[in-house]
């Protein structure tokens, strides 16, 4: 019964390159979230999708960044043109019900060089 | 402006002493609040609370939330090494799966 599958997790990335970080939710779980975890911050609300659909993306921010949930394969994050302060963990979370606890998974740690 | 706070920030205790974790928060449509525990990795999903006054419990762990008072405690009786970690305190309030975290209190549990 494997949890929430993040990878890579670490990924180094030089300023302008992108980054995709991807995310399978456990099995049974439609809803999926992603959050950001700075240095020396707490977690903050990036995104919710389900299948195919983006639902709440308040915590994006406007530029560079996007996300995407397939109806086949797992969710995927994408940075583009990569700045230093991108460098985070980038945590995904899943849950089976609007109104269930979240799973996270194991992050990726994104380090912009 | 929600906002979400922890208390302490961090605390050092001997293993089989009681600690006492602390989470108030102001938010609009107040959901449901939950409590991870964090060790370097994925925070792991501990309690999540709803209804205020009713105690849940799992092991040495439990906690309870005051919706009139806005704030949750957590509690940890016979603290092991293992206990050793961030504790995060999260809020759920706009909308589902939105959840505002704390700062987070570390645990430092000594032998």
């Known amino acids: 019964n494997a949890g929430v599958m993040q990878n890579p997790r670490h990924l180094v990335r030089r300023r302008g390159q992108e980054a995709r970080l991807r995310c399978s939710p456990m099995k049974g779980h439609s809803h999926v979230y992603w959050y950001r975890q700075l240095p020396e911050e707490g977690l903050k609300f990036m995104v919710y999708l389900q299948k195919e659909n983006i639902i709440d993306e308040s915590g994006m921010p406007k530029e560079r960044f996007s996300a995407e949930f397939p109806k086949e394969g797992p969710s995927i994050l994408r940075i583009q043109q990569v700045v230093r302060g991108d460098s985070a963990a980038y945590f995904c979370?899943?849950?089976?019900?609007?109104?269930?606890?979240?799973?996270f998974g194991n992050g990726t740690r994104l380090t912009v060089t | 402006e929600d906002k979400v706070v922890q208390s302490p920030l961090s605390l050092v205790v001997h293993e089989g002493d009681t600690v006492t974790l602390n989470c108030s928060y102001e938010v609009t449509n107040f959901r449901s609040l939950l409590w991870y525990k964090q060790e370097k990795k994925a925070p792991t999903f501990l309690f999540m609370l709803t209804s205020s006054g009713i105690e849940k419990k799992s092991g040495r762990l439990s906690s309870i939330l005051d919706n009139k008072e806005l704030f949750s405690i957590l509690n940890i009786t016979a603290t092991q090494t293992g206990d050793s970690a961030v504790y995060l305190c999260?809020?759920?309030?706009?909308?589902?799966?939105?959840?505002?975290f704390g700062a987070g209190t570390q645990v430092v549990v000594t032998p």
């Open positions: 979370a899943s849950s089976p019900l609007v109104n269930s606890p979240l799973h």
């Open positions: 999260a809020v759920e309030s706009d909308s589902w799966g939105k959840l505002q």
